[in-house]
């Protein structure tokens, strides 16, 4: 699931994971806000989520209290935190919270496809 408040992130991954989800390797989701993620978790359409990409600054409720909340209700989610600012308050708090990943922007899409296929 990618949580993003930028609406053509939903384009670009689509886009850049494209042969992947054409081949049935990863399913993708997107939400507009950290509020509308945890609603799809307690949900019963995303029992099938593995992976949470989420943004840091969005508006509302930020990146790093998802991860806060997912890693305390679901610790066995992944969570990857995605950042524009390569902040070490933001890396350390986001190590403190449980991230399995920390990847700035601009995001290398070969080295993250590598990960979630992996993953």
Partial sequence: M?????????????????????QNQIKLYFTLSAEQALEQL??????CVSLILAD???PGMNGLELLRIIKES????????????????????????????????PIEFNKLKEKILNS
Avoid at 42 to 47: E, L, T, V
Avoid at 80 to 102: L, M, P, Q, R, V
């Fill in 2 to 22: 990618v949580v993003d408040d930028e609406q053509d992130v939903q384009f670009l991954f689509e886009q850049r994971f494209r042969r992947e989800i054409k």
């Fill in 56 to 58: 840091i600054n969005m």
């Fill in 42 to 47: 307690q949900s019963n359409q995303s029992k």
């Fill in 74 to 105: 679901y610790p066995n989610l992944k969570v990857f935190i995605i950042t524009a600012y390569d902040d070490e308050n933001n890396y350390s708090t986001a190590k403190t919270y449980g991230a399995d990943d920390y990847i700035t922007k």
